[in-house]
């Protein structure tokens, strides 16, 4: 099986027989050692869920060793609530899957990610309940801890297969995406695209302790009145210089954005504007199909009413015409 698999082929010595044999890294190969050491879980923040536990080991494959790799496994602690309505819309990335909570007793889900429905949770085992029961993840198992309700996060498998798990901050969406219909046919249509300009994106505040920022956390996030951010620190020359150039990035970033807004908006206009011609022309050639052209209808009411005087005064002078032979003869 060692040799083939092109990844482990050559750096591994199989040997014994019968009931038991020996696997060791080969020595100088890519797993001897710190090299084969398979530590395996990759956690970033977010939001809603903390690390709360240390990331198993799972093995060093060493010269000479025959212990075996362990599944990669981490604990995610729920976040506190006081109601349902704290938690929807956020949410967590797992194995790059995004799940966002949703109360389905005010209406089906309608994001982009998997919805996990926490309607009627009255407390964190409800949530993490509904995550283990709801969530659809390849590559990891998702279980409750039993200890203190919190998510516990287990690769499927033991060794490499479960060095790639990742966490992160999930289900608060970061750009907004729009696409219009801008013409009459299939696939005349423009997508506007607003990044994330919310000051953690833009790099002027960060977790609290990050380098460059305060210990504390002391601003808000832009959506309540809660201090989730730490500002950037400026008690040194140093660190008050640094600060400037991120600023600087962010006006930039911002700057960016609001020109791109600028160009959509200067394409909608010029949009407008067409269809603007477009409809005028569309008006125009259906006047032409239906009204009446009010000149000519005038010029060949003329012609007709003088035809008919023309006719009415030959009759008459016909009629006369008898009526003077009469006065001849009488």
């Known amino acids: 099986m060692i040799d083939s698999n092109e990844e482990l082929k050559g750096n591994f010595i199989v040997s014994g027989g019968g009931d038991s044999i020996t696997i060791s890294a080969v020595k100088g190969g890519d797993f001897e050692g710190e090299k084969g050491d398979i530590s395996a879980f990759s956690e970033t923040g977010t939001e809603v869920f903390d690390s709360t ?25 729920m976040p506190a609530f006081t109601s349902v309505d704290d938690l929807v819309g956020k949410g967590i990335t797992i194995n790059g899957e995004a799940l966002e ?7 089906a889900y309608q994001g982009d990610a998997q919805g996990i429905d926490i309607g009627g949770a ?34 499927a498998q033991g060794g490499l297969a479960g060095n790639e798990i990742t966490t992160a901050d999930g289900g608060i969406q970061e750009e907004f995406t729009a696409t219009f219909q801008v013409g009459a046919n299939k696939d005349q249509s423009m997508t506007i695209e607003i990044g994330d300009m919310r000051a953690k994106a833009l790099g002027v505040t960060a977790e609290a302790g990050s380098e460059g920022f305060v210990n504390n956390n002391n601003v808000t996030n832009g959506t309540d009145n ?8 400026v008690s040194t020359h140093e660190s008050a210089t640094a600060a400037i150039e991120t600023i600087n990035n962010a006006i ?16 909608l206009e ?9 409809s005028e022309n569309l ?9 009446v052209d009010m000149a000519k209808e005038m010029m060949e009411m003329t012609r007709t009413n003088i035809l008919s005087q023309a006719s009415q005064s030959m009759l008459a002078q016909a009629n006369q ?10």
């Open 53 to 77: 536990s240390t990331i198993a080991n799972l093995g060093t494959a060493d010269e000479g060793s025959t212990t075996a790799a362990t599944q990669a496994t981490g604990t995610l602690t």
């Open 101 to 107: 909570f949703y109360d389905a007793s005010k209406g």
């Open 122 to 155: 009255a407390s964190k085992a409800n949530v993490t309940d509904a995550i283990v029961s709801q969530a659809k993840i390849d590559g990891v198992v998702l279980e409750n801890d039993g200890v203190d309700d919190d998510l516990k996060v287990t690769a």
């Open 226 to 233: 809660v201090t989730r951010e730490a500002a950037l620190d």
């Open 252 to 267: 930039e970033k911002v700057s960016s954005q609001r020109s791109n807004l600028g160009a959509f908006q200067n394409r």
């Open 270 to 278: 010029h949009t407008i504007s067409n269809l603007g011609n477009a």
């Open 283 to 291: 008006t125009a050639a259906e006047s032409r199909i239906r009204d």
């Open 321 to 330: 015409k008898p009526q003077s032979v009469l006065q001849l003869l009488g």
